[in-house]
């Protein structure tokens, strides 16, 4: 009874040091993640479109996209529906985390007669830990809240099982391990890729507190679920990598270097689960060196050295602590999807929600390693509560500093740049900030201490958006401005780039003084041109020819424009891309091929898409319209501009 009002003091304080942040604002991703869902809230769209998000259905996560849609039809689009939903999700995760780490710890020999109590006391640190505001608070990420809570009550269930097979009741294990176990994994899958570490773990637990013989049913387990699904990656790796491997040409380091890069960002996470600063932790972690070799920087080698280290000896322990042993491997295991070969971001907090258990079952297991003779025979002493109780209230502090900076987007932004002065993501934001603030001294100046780093792509990003924030001031730009981002022109092109150049083409209506339209969309091919052996079928080159396309219409360079288009046009790629390539060769009377895009775009487009359904009829019109009046002469193009 005590352990149960343990965790609902727990959860009440969780809830109260939550509260002021959850009035905070969408941030980052969060808007282009809720598009559809907005238009399903608004009337304007269809569920289908919703639950597969911003994804094709492979790499959909339905699940999550279900919850948000409940939280929007109960609470309404705002904010807070999605943010408070994020917390009652929270507070489950923590109640699920607390059976698995209960029934773990029974299981260990020493630690076994206090495993409710030291359960409970860990259940309570994690969910007051401030390293998981930038989870709960930032909306988008009850992906990655689903994602553990169904993977918890995978562990949950493998555990049950184990237990009913350890007292001889096979029937009732065998559907646990074959029925319900598979559909939790399955519904964290769905939920977030990175679910798929749950078999993985349920292995951990096997090896850590299970002993050999193993049963059948359990063997069977592991090689259904676990051994087969590894198989097929490996056959996939193998035959065709470029389906795992070929974002690495949307960044700036190779597979190697991330590999070596993920050593150090590891050790970063078990230090600041274990020593918290809260101040420091943030959304704006872009700003974290890349490692080029073992000595490059030194702590690399180190990092290394160290995640051995702590892994040979939890094995050598694993009989004597076995929660030692689960709780290490359990937190490598659970970073395996994203600190592994995948070509992702290097660094994000919220990646520790569900390793970060496996570290408070560690330390725990710490305590078996105490001699019995030093032990208290009675449980553990008032000191030892007194210290977790002064932690707890530690942490619950730290956490609320969090909440309440996330409680405004210029809050969070501001921290961020002070303790990550070199974030290229915090410079720009705080400058967009600046900017829809009317404030554009205060952008321009955060762009031109930016456009002073010492690394090309901040320079690059840096003079492209004081053209968006000068054009944007006045309807002027410098010129200049063109020639000193072609000179940071990178040879690949990423995410970043698209999308401030996207921003620009919303601002510059008929161009900005200096700068015209056919400027900007000969500097757009330039930059293009420089990522010349980056793969076309990549996001971030195709999304730039569209726009180096849309330039060019504007700018009424028809022919330049069909061309880009055509480039950009691909399996993959947007509505929006094959429409304005049907348009654009309309315009220069190739009716054919008007036809053929739109035939593809008709084929693509779902009935229940109302929207793309509509535009596929206004194509129909403007290609019908364009026969009937036959093949009208076009207008000749203007002369040619030199550009930058």
Not at 66 to 76: A, D, E, R, T
Not at 193 to 212: D, I, S, W
Not at 370 to 388: D, H, I, S
Not at 485 to 490: E, F, P
């Amino acid at each position: 009874m005590r352990v149960r009002l343990l965790l609902l003091a727990a959860m009440l304080v969780t809830v109260a040091i939550y509260w002021p942040g959850l009035t905070g604002p969408f941030v980052l991703d969060d808007n282009a993640t809720f598009g559809a869902l907005h238009g399903w809230l608004a009337g304007k769209a269809s569920w289908q479109e919703v639950v597969p998000g911003n994804a094709s259905w492979l790499y959909a996560r339905p699940v999550s996209m279900l919850s948000f849609m409940l939280s929007g039809w109960l609470g309404g689009d705002t904010p807070f529906a999605y943010k408070f939903g994020n917390l009652i999700v929270h507070l489950i995760c923590g109640l699920l985390g607390w059976q698995v780490l209960r029934r773990a710890l029974a299981r260990d020999e020493r630690l076994a007669p206090h495993a409710e109590l030291i359960a409970g006391l860990l259940a309570a640190l994690w969910l007051l830990h401030p390293l998981h505001a930038s989870t709960v608070l930032y909306a988008v990420q009850r992906m990655a809240q689903l994602s553990t809570l169904f993977v918890l009550a995978s562990l949950w269930t493998y555990l049950h099982a184990r237990r009913q097979l350890a007292d001889g009741r096979s029937r009732s294990a065998i559907a646990l391990l074959f029925l319900l176990c598979p559909l939790l994994m399955l519904a964290a899958l769905l939920s977030k890729q990175n679910g798929a570490v749950a078999p993985a773990l349920c292995l951990v637990l096997e090896l850590a507190y299970f002993g050999r013989p193993r049963p059948k049913p359990a063997l069977a387990f592991f090689g259904l679920f676990l051994a087969l699904p590894l198989l097929g990656a490996a056959a996939l790796l193998t035959l065709a990598p470029e389906r795992l491997l070929d974002g690495y040409a949307e960044w700036d380091f190779s597979l190697v270097q991330r590999l070596l890069t993920q050593a150090r960002v590891l050790a970063d996470y078990l230090g600041t689960l274990l020593l918290p600063y809260a101040p420091r932790m943030g959304l704006y972690t872009d700003d974290f060196a890349t490692s080029t070799g073992l000595l490059s920087p030194p702590s690399t080698l180190l990092c290394l050295a160290l995640l051995a280290a702590i892994s040979l000896a939890a094995i050598a322990l694993r009989k004597r602590a076995p929660s030692l042993f689960a709780g290490w491997f359990f937190f490598l295991v659970a970073h395996s999807v994203e600190s592994s070969f995948l070509p992702i971001e290097m660094y994000y907090e919220h990646r520790n929600y569900l390793p970060s258990i496996g570290i408070l079952l560690a330390v725990a297991g710490l305590g078996a390693l105490v001699p019995r003779r030093a032990a208290p025979a009675q449980g553990p002493n008032r000191l030892a509560l007194a210290a977790v109780a002064g932690l707890a209230a530690v942490l619950a502090f730290a956490t609320l500093g969090r909440a309440l900076v996330w409680r405004h987007y210029d809050t969070i932004v501001m921290q961020a740049l002070k303790f990550h002065p070199d974030s290229m993501r915090a410079h720009l934001d705080l400058s967009t900030l600046a900017l829809l603030g009317g404030n554009y001294d205060e952008s321009e100046r955060l762009l031109s201490h930016l456009a002073k780093s010492p690394t090309p792509r901040n320079r690059l990003m840096a003079n492209l958006n004081l053209i968006t924030t000068q054009c944007l001031r006045n309807g002027k730009a410098e010129r200049a401005l063109l020639q000193r981002a072609l000179a940071d022109a990178q040879p690949q092109l990423t995410i970043f780039e698209s999308q401030t150049l996207m921003q620009m083409a919303k601002i510059a209506g008929k161009g900005c003084g200096e700068v015209s339209l056919l400027d900007m969309a000969q500097t757009t091919e330039k930059l293009l041109d420089a990522a010349h052996a980056q793969p076309e079928h990549l996001r971030s080159k195709w999304v730039t020819r569209a726009i180096a396309a849309e330039f060019y219409a504007r700018a009424r360079r028809w022919q330049q424009a069909e061309a880009q288009a055509a480039l950009a046009w691909r399996p993959g790629a947007d509505f929006a891309v094959g429409e304005m390539l049907v348009r654009l060769y309309v315009q220069n009377n190739k009716l054919p091929e008007a036809e053929r895009t739109y035939a593809s775009l008709q084929a693509q487009t779902r009935p229940y898409d109302g929207i793309g359904q509509k535009y596929l009829r206004e194509l129909r019109k403007a290609i019908d319209d364009r026969r009937r009046r036959g093949a009208a002469p076009r207008a000749p193009e203007a002369a040619a501009n030199p550009g930058p």
